[in-house]
């Protein structure tokens, strides 16, 4: 059995990661691909704890601690639940991944791209995503997206515009520095048109058809 896939999916809050999530799904399985879809932080029962911590707005979390509540909601979904479903063969979609941290925590909180990935690279144990698609949106947009919803604004979302225009930045500079992984897609497209073109950024990863590979 070959190993499945990782692919992440990336973006300012309110550029429509969980409707592609959906929507991958739904290609993939249509194409023979077995799919779990996830979301960071959570997942499984210890990280959706740690979710519930570092969402709520009553709480004072430093940035050095929020970045490390992050990482050890991702150790414990990388290691109960990410690696037994890749090993078993299935593509994962998982809605944030390190390069979250790497924007919010290392681009929006300053605290330096290294120093979070350094974090997160122990927490994962060096697990990377097969492919990442991320959903470019200008902040603004997303702002407007996120005061549309009826659930009040968490604790990151109450962050202030400054914020987001640095965590927009670091994704940026994530993009330019590793292109054949990062894939950028226009997240203010209808999301018929996203899920298009987020299928078309994960065409070579996609198993050959059995008649390609000889086999009547």
């Given at each position: 059995?070959?190993?499945?896939?990782?692919?992440?999916?990336?973006?300012?809050?309110?550029?429509?990661?969980?409707?592609?999530?959906?929507g991958?799904?739904?290609?993939?399985?249509?194409?023979g691909?077995?799919?779990?879809?996830?979301?960071?932080?959570?997942?499984?029962?210890?990280?959706?704890?740690?979710?519930?911590?570092?969402?709520?707005?009553?709480?004072?979390?430093?940035?050095?601690?929020?970045?490390?509540?992050?990482a050890?909601?991702?150790?414990?979904?990388?290691?109960?639940?990410?690696e037994?479903?890749?090993?078993?063969?299935?593509?994962?979609?998982?809605?944030?991944f390190?390069?979250?941290?790497?924007?919010?925590?290392?681009?929006?909180?300053?605290?330096?791209?290294?120093?979070?990935?350094?974090?997160n690279?122990?927490?994962?144990?060096?697990?990377?995503?097969?492919?990442?698609?991320?959903?470019r949106?200008?902040?603004?947009?997303?702002?407007?997206?996120?005061a549309?919803?009826?659930?009040?604004?968490?604790?990151?979302?109450?962050?202030?515009?400054?914020?987001?225009?640095?965590?927009?930045?670091?994704?940026?500079?994530?993009?330019?520095?590793e292109?054949?992984?990062?894939?950028?897609?226009?997240?203010?497209?209808?999301?018929?048109?996203?899920?298009?073109?987020?299928?078309?950024?994960?065409?070579?990863?996609?198993?050959?058809?059995?008649?390609?590979?000889?086999?009547?």
């Amino acid at each position: 059995m070959t190993s499945g896939r990782l692919i992440t999916i990336e973006g300012l809050d309110g550029a429509g990661k969980t409707t592609l999530a959906g929507g991958l799904a739904r290609e993939l399985a249509a194409r023979g691909v077995q799919t779990e879809s996830m979301r960071e932080p959570g997942g499984v029962e210890t990280s959706e704890r740690i979710r519930a911590l570092v969402m709520d707005p009553a709480l004072r979390v430093s940035a050095r601690a929020e970045a490390l509540l992050y990482a050890a909601a991702r150790a414990q979904l990388v290691e109960e639940a990410v690696e037994p479903l890749l090993a078993a063969g299935t593509w994962v979609l998982l809605d944030r991944f390190i390069d979250s941290s790497l924007a919010y925590q290392g681009g929006g909180r300053d605290l330096g791209l290294d120093a979070v990935r350094g974090v997160n690279q122990f927490a994962t144990g060096g697990l990377l995503p097969d492919r990442t698609l991320l959903l470019r949106l200008d902040p603004a947009a997303g702002r407007a997206r996120q005061a549309e919803r009826e659930a009040p604004p968490d604790r990151l979302e109450r962050s202030p515009d400054e914020f987001f225009a640095a965590v927009a930045a670091a994704y940026e500079e994530l993009a330019r520095e590793e292109p054949a992984r990062v894939r950028a897609i226009d997240a203010s497209q209808a999301p018929d048109a996203v899920l298009q073109d987020a299928v078309r950024a994960l065409v070579d990863l996609l198993p050959l058809p059995r008649t390609s590979r000889g086999i009547a």
